[in-house]
């Protein structure tokens, strides 16, 4: 039995040593080395067969994961997807991809820092700093990159009412379904805050597999409703150990 690691990625972009962020370098040599390696990259629905026993993996996987529909992941980390034909999966905030699409702007290819680029989404200027329908479009017709929900606005699904969860929990399903055109069945919690109360809610919802910030691996009959990830660091070094590890 192989486990499979899913790997957690947020910001793809020049600053080094800024939170949740890997730099464009280090990435192309992390997904070059799962490529070289023989690494098979799942996406989600090959992930549920797995952990359901209805998939058996005889090479080594994983399954790599973006969170929030940051615009950095189209500018560098999308060409080094298509590359190496690299599978992954965005988990998408829709209120601000809405935003965001409402005035698109020409590509800039300098992206803030996350601090920054968190800032200029509260204040509703997400449009040089997050991902426009166009692009997720693009993105989802190349075949490697799937889009599912983060939320309608990136609340923490522990403190809010049970029917607002609800809706943000649908409403995002059925934009991300409308505007892409794809199943949407897959929920990654923001900032990894989920209780018995919001697994049900999704569930009911019509949500297949819920994403965690927990740490560790999946093996199968793993919990489809707490799939565990791993945080990635920005070191190739610690890219090769850990993936040797798990």
């Known amino acids: ?106 590509l800039d290819s300098h992206i803030p820092t996350h601090v920054e680029s968190s800032k200029l989404v509260k204040e509703n200027q997400g449009n040089n700093v997050v991902l426009n329908w166009e692009l997720i479009r693009e993105m989802a017709d190349s075949g490697l990159v799937e889009f599912h929900s983060h939320t309608k606005s990136h609340r923490k699904c522990t403190k809010i009412a049970e029917h607002d969860l609800s809706e943000e929990l649908s409403e995002s399903k059925k934009i991300i ?24 809610i999704a569930n009911a919802i019509g949500y297949k597999a819920m994403f965690t910030t927990d740490h560790g691996v999946n093996i199968e009959n793993s919990n489809p409703n707490i799939i565990k990830r791993i945080a990635v660091k920005n070191s190739m070094l610690w890219f090769r150990k850990s993936l040797t590890i798990y």
């Open 1 to 106: 039995m192989r486990p499979v690691p899913v790997l957690m990625y947020h910001h793809i972009n020049p600053h080094k040593g800024d939170m949740v962020t890997t730099t464009p370098e280090t990435f192309k040599k992390q997904m070059k080395y799962l490529h070289e390696a023989g690494y098979k990259t799942l996406n989600t629905k090959e992930l549920l067969s797995y952990i359901k026993g209805d998939l058996l993996l005889k090479e080594k996987a994983v399954l790599i994961t973006f969170d929030d529909g940051w615009l950095d992941n189209y500018i560098h980390a999308f060409p080094v997807l298509k590359q190496y034909k690299i599978n992954a999966t965005i988990f998408l905030v829709t209120n601000w991809i809405d935003e965001a699409s409402d005035k698109i702007l020409p």
């Open 177 to 200: 379904e409308k505007q892409v055109g794809k199943a949407c069945d897959c929920i990654c919690w923001p900032m990894g805050r989920y209780n018995d109360s919001a697994i049900n």
